[in-house]
C-alpha cells in the first residue's frame, strides 16, 4: 500500500470515529426524559404492549393501557401495579373512532396528557391466499392502518400544541417484505410503514418525533391468539415453531427495551433481530431474488383445504407439533405476558 492510499485510509477511519462520536454525543443530547410522562399504548393487555408497558414504567412513566377485552386489561393493570407502575386500563376498540377519541379523552383527563403515542394494537391471519377473504384484508387494514391514524389525529393537537410529543408505530418485517400466507397482515403492515415514515417527515416541524418499529419474529407467546385458516393445524405449527426458536426468533423483552430506548432516542426506524435486518438489507439490494426465494418458501408452506376460509385461534389449531418442545419458549412467553386466558 503506497502513501497516498495508507493516508486515505487513515483519513477514512478518523472520519468514521467522528461520525461515531457525533452521533453518540446527539442521541445522549436529544434523549427523552420518560420520568413523570405518560404514556398511551394500544393492546397493552397482553404480549408485546404488555412488556411495552412494563418497560416504560421501569424508566418511570406513568402508563395507560387500552385493549377491548376486560378481563385481559384487568389483569395488565394487576401484573403493572404490583410491579409499581402508575396505570389506567381503558376498555377500547381501536378500530372504533369514537371509542379511540373517548379512551384518550379519559386519559387526558386522568393523567392531564399524552406524552407518547405508541401504535401497537395488532391482528395476524395466516393461511394460503385462497382462503383468504376481502374481509380478512378489511380487519387487517382497521387495525394497523386506519386504527393508528385515529389514535395519531386525536393525540396531534395537543402534542403539536406543546411542540413536543413522541409517537411510537409497531409494523413489522411483514411491512418491508411481504411474507407468504400471510397478505392481508403485510399489506395493512406495509400502509402503516408509509403512514408512520411520511409522519416523522411532517411532524418534524411541530416537534413531535415519530419512530417506525419493523421487528422480525419475537416470543411474545402471541400465536396462540392468531388466526389460522385453510389447514389450520399445519398453519399454527409453521408459525409458533418458526417464531420460537433462538436462532429465528428474538426474545420479546429485549425486543421492548430496544423499542423504548428507540423512543428515547427519537430514532427514526428501528429493525429487530438480526435475521430480520439481514433480510432487509438482502431484499434492498435483491428484491427480485427475495421474491423468488420467498416463492420457493411458499411451495412448502400447506396448501389450501382444511377448515378453508373459516379461522380458527392458535389455541384452536394444536397438533402433535405444537405445543411441543419445538414451541417450549413460546409457550413459556405465553405464561409470562397474559396470552393464555383465551
Not at 477511519?13 to 399504548?41: E, H, M, N, P
Not at 372504533?96 to 393523567?111: E, F, M, S
Amino acid at each position: 500500500m503506497d502513501a497516498n492510499s495508507k493516508n486515505n485510509l487513515s483519513l477514512a477511519v478518523a472520519g468514521l470515529g467522528i461520525f461515531a462520536l457525533s452521533r453518540a454525543c446527539w442521541r445522549r443530547a436529544t434523549r427523552y426524559d420518560l420520568r413523570g410522562k405518560t404514556v398511551l399504548i394500544t393492546g397493552g393487555s397482553r404480549g408485546l404492549g404488555l412488556l411495552l408497558a412494563r418497560e416504560f414504567g421501569r424508566h418511570g412513566a406513568r402508563i395507560a393501557i387500552c385493549a377491548r377485552d376486560q378481563q385481559e386489561l384487568s389483569r395488565a393493570e394487576h401484573d403493572l401495579r404490583q410491579r409499581g407502575i402508575e396505570v389506567i386500563a381503558l376498555v377500547c376498540d381501536v378500530t372504533d373512532r369514537q371509542q379511540v377519541n373517548q379512551a384518550i379523552q379519559l386519559a387526558v383527563r386522568h393523567w392531564g396528557r399524552i406524552d407518547v403515542l405508541v401504535n401497537n394494537a395488532g391482528t395476524i391471519q395466516a393461511g394460503p391466499m385462497e382462503v383468504m377473504t376481502a374481509e380478512d384484508y378489511d380487519e387487517a387494514m382497521k387495525t394497523h392502518f386506519w386504527a393508528p391514524l385515529y389514535s395519531t389525529l386525536a393525540v396531534l393537537p395537543q402534542m403539536r400544541g406543546r411542540r413536543d410529543g413522541r409517537i411510537v408505530n409497531i409494523s413489522s418485517i411483514g411491512g418491508k417484505i411481504s411474507v407468504p400466507h400471510m397478505l392481508p397482515y403485510s399489506a395493512s403492515k406495509f400502509a402503516l410503514v408509509g403512514f408512520s415514515e411520511g409522519l416523522r417527515s411532517e411532524l418534524a416541524k411541530d416537534g413531535v418525533v415519530v419512530t417506525t418499529v419493523c421487528p422480525g419474529l419475537m416470543r411474545t407467546g402471541s400465536p396462540r391468539n392468531a388466526y389460522f385458516k385453510g389447514r389450520h393445524r399445519a398453519e399454527y405449527a409453521w408459525f409458533s415453531i418458526s417464531g420460537s426458536l433462538p436462532g429465528s426468533s428474538m426474545n420479546a423483552d429485549r425486543a421492548a427495551r430496544q423499542i423504548v430506548s428507540a423512543c428515547r432516542h427519537g430514532d427514526a426506524e428501528v429493525v429487530l433481530s438480526f435475521p430480520a435486518k439481514l433480510a432487509v438489507t438482502f431484499h434492498g439490494l435483491f428484491p427480485g431474488l427475495t421474491s423468488d426465494v420467498l416463492g420457493l418458501v411458499n411451495r412448502v408452506l400447506p396448501g389450501p383445504g382444511g377448515i378453508g376460509a373459516e379461522r380458527r385461534r392458535g389455541a384452536e389449531s394444536t397438533s402433535a407439533w405444537s405445543p411441543s418442545i419445538l414451541t417450549a419458549l413460546t409457550e413459556r412467553a405465553a405464561a409470562q405476558n397474559n396470552e393464555l386466558a383465551r
